[in-house]
């Protein structure tokens, strides 16, 4: 990153015009190959769609590097561990890999960037509370990568969704450092880069979807949004674990929440389903469109809490997520998103009526 605007934008510009001009000769290799995703099931398409958007996004990604970063032990990591999560996505959207297999190459990739590249979760300080995780450190950064793959894996169930929540990160962690000048680091590169990869795969996501992110984008781009978190906890562009993670807040709820729905109706947590943030919104709304750009606003307000957060008020920055988290929760309490409702309902009259007998 610059400390001029103008050179910064002309990162993501050039970026942006090279994935949205590249996605077209995606989708025809993606159908070449039978990375297809059909109606049916799970799947509120009504046609086919082609997968592989997260090729797009990594070659937008590969160019940047190529045109924008220096060649460090620790960007080279990125690079392999990158490789590792697209090669797994790829294979996914081709033919359909048991969760174990993808999580074996999630693991991999996460232990490339934490052993090779060094890129550490050593401590973390949140609201004048600082924890030094020491021998743990490793482990648990391992499993900060995983999460975050899966908690953008699992958000990614409406055109634009995933990438639009991506690129919102991305841009917030851009305006952060740009704000705070703190221009050298791998972090600043790195957002611009994949802020311009996601635009440009956007303005083909977008509802009517040309073409989707599949695995093959949805665990990317949670890699790098984990990646560019960590990175971030080594300047003081981002403070603590706190800022990034609240960014994250919708898929990281979602993901909790289908946990938490699944364990309820002692399922796998892995097993997919259409109660999802977004497949109640759906029920709500009857439109992918209002749905995405609501789940939208609610992302930018969480990412404006942590600007304002950030760059001065701290407590008002609190009061904005309080407010917030205080909305998902009536959210989660009026629609189906953690149990059903109506069978709740009915088991406790059943109860009340064994009772009064």
Known sequence: ??????????????????VALIIPFIKRIAFHIGAIDMPGGRHIHKTPIPKLGGVGIFLGFLLGYMLFCNQTPQMISILIGGIIMLLTGIFDDIKRLPAK??????????????????????????????????????????IFIVAIINCMNFIDGLDGLA??????????????????????????????????????????????????????????????????SLLGFKNITITSFVVPVLILAIPILDTLFAILRRLIKKESPTKGDKQHLHHQLLQMTSS????????YAINIL??????????????????????????????????????????????????????KK
């Open 163 to 228: 990438s639009g929540i991506a690129t919102i990160f991305f841009i917030t962690i851009s305006i952060i450092i740009y704000s705070m000048g703190i221009y050298n680091g791998l972090d600043a590169s790195l957002t611009l880069i994949m802020t311009g990869a996601t635009l440009g795969f956007l303005l083909h996501n977008f509802h009517p979807a040309k073409i989707f992110l599949g695995n093959s984008g949805s665990m990317f781009l949670g890699y790098m949004i984990a990646v560019i």
């Open 302 to 355: 969480f990412s404006f809490a942590s600007l304002v957060y950030v760059l001065g008020n701290v407590k008002l920055g609190q009061i904005i997520y309080a407010i917030l988290f205080i909305i998902i929760m009536w959210f989660v309490l009026t629609t189906d998103i953690l149990f059903d409702r109506k069978k709740l309902q009915k088991e406790m009259k059943e109860k009340l009526i064994i009772k």
């Open 288 to 295: 992918q469109v209002k749905s995405v750009l609501i789940i």
């Open 101 to 142: 297999v993808q999580f074996v190459g999630q693991i991999a990739a996460a232990l490339v960037v934490v052993c090779y590249g060094g890129i550490i979760m050593y401590d973390v300080s949140a609201y004048g509370i600082y924890i030094n995780f020491g021998s743990l450190a490793k482990p648990l950064t391992v």
């Open 1 to 18: 990153m610059s400390s001029n605007l103008f050179d910064n934008i002309k990162i993501i510009l050039i970026v942006f015009i090279f």
